[in-house]
């Protein structure tokens, strides 16, 4: 199943906005003073029957999961999702989960991807023990009801190898991607206020910024057209939009996505050598905030 998991780690590339960091569990749920993230002490994988979920840190204070649950040899679902953990109570609450369900070829190849919902809700309840142990309240199907899962270790066979690292700068991220720089306007105002960049990421062949606003988290991604993205989106935002629109931006074409007529949500472009993204969410992921164009143009002159 090497393919599969290498598949599945470019999907939570895509598709999770903030850091990750892979490290070893430990066993204990006892909060830490030194300013660790409280989920390194949960990190890991947990098994129930046929479902597998990977659990990670994000972060100094969230957390994300990737479910994958087989169906059969040949099909399987996931379910991707990032959010907060609570210390006191063990329980980490996400609002963006994505379901995907998959079909395989004899050679392991995809066959086929449905994408069966997103922005799907629930909680992860962990309990102390040896071993660790979890439950999953999934509101959107509640698939997982009177399902217990056990912590099963770290190993190959099971984890999955998460394909971002930190940065400490856009020239940091541009070189651990691969790619001919990153640039990023800080310290530019928009309406939101004054651009000044949370956090740098990178994977192979992509660099990323995480700008936090008081209400608003936005994320800029430069990436290779190597990536193979559809239709060159490299910002892993696959919600439906009421409107689509073009702008032109330093003799750019630039497309905009966003529920609000000329409110843009996703922007996407193409400098004719890599393609671009920003993304705009509200608090809790609401995806009916968007950009205005002199928001735009102000970020885009100043990404390279």
Not at 7 to 30: K, Q, R, Y
Not at 45 to 73: H, K, L, Q
Not at 213 to 223: C, E, L
Not at 240 to 265: H, P, S
Request: with cysteine; glycine share 12%; aromatic share 10%.
């Amino acid at each position: 199943m090497k393919k599969t998991r290498k598949m599945l780690a470019v999907m939570m590339a895509l598709l999770m906005p903030l850091a990750l960091g892979l490290t070893a569990c430990g066993n204990s749920g006892e909060g830490s003073d030194d300013g660790q993230n409280p989920v390194m002490n949960f990190v890991g994988n947990y098994v129930c029957d046929r479902a597998n979920i990977f659990f990670d840190a994000d972060g100094e204070e969230g957390a994300n999961a990737v479910v994958t649950w087989g169906g059969s040899a040949s099909e399987n679902s996931t379910w991707v999702m990032s959010g907060t953990f609570d210390a006191e109570t063990l329980q980490f609450e996400y609002h963006d989960c994505v379901r995907t369900d998959y079909v395989y070829k004899e050679d392991g190849s995809v066959e086929s991807e449905t994408e069966v919902y997103v922005n799907g809700h629930g909680f992860m309840t962990f309990s102390e023990g040896d071993p660790l142990t979890l439950t999953w309240q999934d509101d959107q199907e509640n698939v997982a009801d009177g399902m217990v899962f056990e912590y099963s270790g770290m190993g190959p066979e099971t984890g999955m190898t998460n394909p971002w690292s930190v940065a400490d700068s856009a020239e940091a991220a541009a070189e651990g991607a691969g790619i001919d720089g990153f640039t990023v306007p800080e310290d530019v105002e928009i309406s939101l206020g004054k651009v000044s960049v949370t956090e740098y990421r990178y994977m192979d062949g992509m660099a990323e910024a995480y700008v936090m606003f008081p209400a608003v988290d936005m994320t800029i991604r430069k990436g290779s057209p190597e990536l193979e993205a559809s239709e060159g989106d490299i910002s892993g935002d696959y919600n439906e939009y009421a409107n689509e629109w073009t702008e032109y931006i330093g003799g750019m074409e630039v497309k905009c996505f966003g529920n609000r007529e000329g409110e843009a949500t996703k922007t996407i472009w193409s400098d004719g050598t890599y393609d671009y993204s920003i993304t705009a969410y509200g608090m809790g992921g609401d995806t009916d905030y968007g950009l205005s164009s002199d928001d735009l143009e102000a970020l885009i002159n100043g990404i390279q």
